[in-house]
């Protein structure tokens, strides 16, 4: 298909989520490209659920190179902005060219993708209100005080704008995607 999206992330982000990210827009033909604070080798990590923990627990995972920094993104270059998950939406949601970046592919009706921690990001940039969105349940607060409302769907779509829980939701939020994007 040739599309081109935006993913960004950064140290902490999710391993599984960038890399299925990565491989599902290639295995479609599209060209994904890696946006973070600084263009260098990311490290990323794997949250996952241990017995006994009231939360995730967090391990190194792989590696990643970006492609680019956020600051060289440009929206008009793209067919859509993936927000992905992890630890990182933590800092990113405070990177000022990132949230105007966010807010100019919404601006141009561009498609607007989030899942997990990702959706931190949407909602500091004023993205969540009047919106009906999805996240890792502890994000739950956030949306709302951003003046959505939180869905406990494994994905949906309101708009031009798609969210997903966490990496167990891919299969809904990926056939949402490619859905949306044909």
């Known amino acids: 298909m040739n599309r081109k999206v935006l993913i960004v992330t950064g140290d902490g982000g999710e391993s599984y989520e960038t890399l299925y990210a990565v491989h599902r827009f290639q ?57 992905l998950g992890g630890r990182a939406p933590e800092y990113l949601r405070n990177h000022a060219v990132l949230l105007e970046l966010v807010r100019e592919f ?25 919106r009906t969105l999805t996240a890792y349940e502890h994000v739950r607060t956030e949306i709302e005080m951003g003046g959505g409302t939180y869905s406990t769907q494994q994905a949906i ?3 031009n704008i798609i ?11 990926y056939r949402e995607v490619f859905a949306c994007l044909k």
Not at 52 to 58: A, N
Not at 111 to 129: M, Y
Not at 163 to 173: I, K, R
């Open 27 to 83: 295995e479609e033909g599209d060209i994904a490209v890696i946006a973070a604070p600084s263009k260098r080798r990311l490290n990323l990590v794997m949250h996952d659920f241990e017995l006994g923990w009231d939360t995730y627990v967090e391990r190194p995972g792989y590696c990643l190179a970006s492609d680019l920094t956020i600051e060289d993104a440009v929206a008009e270059d793209y067919d859509a902005i993936l927000l």
């Open 106 to 130: 919404d601006r141009q009706g561009k498609w607007v993708l989030a899942i997990c921690h990702g959706i931190q990001i949407l909602v500091t940039a004023g993205l969540a209100k009047d």
């Open 157 to 159: 779509r309101d708009g």
């Open 163 to 173: 969210t997903g829980q966490t990496w167990q939701s891919h299969p809904d939020f």
